[in-house]
């Protein structure tokens, strides 16, 4: 079936230092969307590639999809406090579906102050 | 603008007993899915409807479950009996389904325990 791993499951970091996480799918994905979920919340929207090797920037946020349309990261520069929580991909447009999303297992990001 | 509404927010019941969890979607969104959380299985899409026609309920668990779309603007996920292995944080999520990708805006969730 369809799978979306993400690895590492759980990461812990000082505060100031970098994070990345990686995400692969098992198919070619035609979009990759990226969520966030808080402790105890529910996951909010943060960002969608579509193109194959786009990089999209948000603050301190990178995120890359590869070039096969498989896989996709998100890197964060100088965590901060705020930036704890489960960090999710979520990958689009199996089975023609446009609006499907089969979401990754997840990375849940740590950071001691 | 109000969010996708989710009720209720917490639910405890025993075992056998029939759930009703319910969602509002965001006004003027035709499409709707219903996502399952465990830690153990992270998050599984159970169903998803476009302008209220179920398209893929290939995630539902058993026919234990059921969901329907009635109207835009309302959502059920039936559990029937409910089992201690249903528990879970359920949510529910709406979206565009025009104009290429789009995000989806998720509720709070209902917590699910079953006794």
């Known amino acids: 079936g369809q799978q979306v791993m993400q690895i590492p499951q759980y990461q812990h970091v000082q505060e100031g230092e970098d994070f990345t996480t990686y995400c692969n799918s098992s198919?070619?994905?035609?979009?990759i969307q990226w969520y966030k979920q808080r402790p105890g919340g529910h996951p909010v929207f943060l960002i969608q590639?579509?193109?194959?090797?786009e990089v999209k920037k948000q603050k301190r946020l990178t995120f890359q999809f590869g070039e096969a349309k498989k896989n996709s990261s998100l890197h964060i520069t100088a965590t901060q406090t705020t930036d704890v929580g489960t960090y999710f991909c979520?990958?689009?447009?199996?089975?023609?579906?446009?609006?499907?999303?089969?979401f990754g297992t997840g990375t849940l990001l740590a950071v001691q102050p | 603008d109000a969010g996708v509404i989710q009720s209720p927010r917490h639910e405890v019941t025993e075992m056998g007993q029939e759930v009703t969890l319910r969602c509002k979607p965001i006004?003027?969104?035709?499409?709707l899915f219903w996502y399952r959380q465990t830690m153990m299985r992270g998050l599984e899409l159970l169903i998803y409807?476009?302008?209220?026609?179920?398209?893929?309920d290939s995630g539902m668990p058993e026919d234990r479950f059921s969901a329907k779309m009635p109207n835009a603007s309302f959502s059920t996920l039936k559990i029937q009996p409910s089992e201690p292995r249903d528990s879970a944080v359920y949510f529910c999520?709406?979206?565009?389904?025009?104009?290429?990708?789009?995000?989806?805006?998720f509720g709070d969730g209902t917590r699910l325990s079953i006794l």
């Open positions: 999520a709406s979206s565009l389904s025009t104009g290429g990708f789009q995000p989806q805006h």
């Open positions: 198919t070619t994905l035609s979009n």
């Open positions: 590639l579509v193109k194959s090797g």
């Open positions: 979520a990958g689009g447009g199996y089975g023609g579906a446009t609006n499907k999303l089969i």
């Open positions: 006004s003027g969104h035709n499409s």
């Open positions: 409807f476009n302008n209220n026609v179920p398209i893929d």
